[in-house]
T-cell receptor
Framework: DSGVTQTPKHLITATGQRVTLRCSPR?????VYWYQQSLDQGLQFLIQ???????AKGNILERFSAQQFPDLHSELNLSSLELGDSALYFC???????????????FGPGTRLTVL | DQQVKQNSPSLSVQEGRISILNCDYT??????FLWYKKYPAEGPTFLIS?????DKNEDGRFTVFLNKSAKHLSLHIVPSQPGDSAVYFC??????????????FGKGTKLSVKP
């Protein structure tokens, strides 16, 4: 158990809909990262928040947005869903703002999103 | 353009033998490299890492080798055990001189260790 929790575990929805994925980081971690793993793809970095502020942005679509709340949990909002958005969405957390080097990123179990 | 490549989607090894997983990268600015292990229905778990100032890091049965000139790293598991069967992801980051803390992942190699 990494200490990172994600809800829900599974989500099935229809095209055009909007969903919210939730992540609670490990106790004491200030950074939250979101990654997407599609079929046959590695984990693709979407966005990072550090202590409530957006820190870095990756390949995140304009239809997707995220935020980190004062209690440090984070939500990833996916709207106008398309079939291609079906994927595993992982959240990770780390203590500091630079999630590499000695600032290890710990991953949650993921949310599997299926868009029908 | 994939900056981190794991060209072998799968690898099968006999229990007790050595497993060698390979990873290539293209961005010479990467200065930290990590290996994550992932079991089905779980998130990736950090396994071992290496800084670009080193060429080898060892942790028990796991050793990571870095060849900067070839932009290549490898993970050696000796001896391999059936519990090592998982998908292994290579990842890289650019910490010094870079503003982002995110990891760039390869597509993974599925290791099967047969009893």
């Amino acid at each position: 158990d990494s200490g990172v929790t994600q809800t829900p575990k599974h989500l099935i929805t229809a095209t055009g809909q909007r969903v919210t994925l939730r992540c609670s980081p490990r106790s004491g971690d200030l950074s939250v990262y979101w990654y997407q793993q599609s079929l046959d793809q590695g984990l693709q970095f979407l966005i990072q928040y550090y202590n409530g502020e957006e820190r870095a942005k990756g390949n995140i679509l304009e239809r997707f947005s995220a935020q980190q709340f004062p209690d440090l949990h984070s939500e990833l909002n996916l709207s106008s869903l398309e079939l291609g958005d079906s994927a595993l969405y992982f959240c990770a957390s780390s203590v500091g703002p630079r999630g590499g080097n000695t600032d290890t990123q710990y991953f949650g179990p993921g949310t599997r999103l299926t868009v029908l | 353009d994939q900056q981190v490549k794991q060209n072998s989607p799968s690898l099968s090894v006999q229990e007790g033998r050595i497993s060698i997983l390979n990873c290539d990268y293209t961005n010479s600015m990467f200065d930290y490299f990590l290996w994550y292990k992932k079991y089905p229905a779980e998130g990736p778990t950090f396994l071992i890492s290496i800084s670009s100032i080193k060429d080898k890091n060892e942790d028990g049965r796991f050793t990571v080798f870095l060849n900067k000139s070839a932009k290549h790293l490898s993970l050696h598991i000796v001896p391999s055990q059936p519990g090592d069967s998982a998908v292994y992801f290579c990842a890289a980051s650019q910490n010094y001189g870079g503003s982002q803390g995110n990891l760039i992942f390869g597509k993974g190699t599925k290791l099967s260790v047969k009893p």
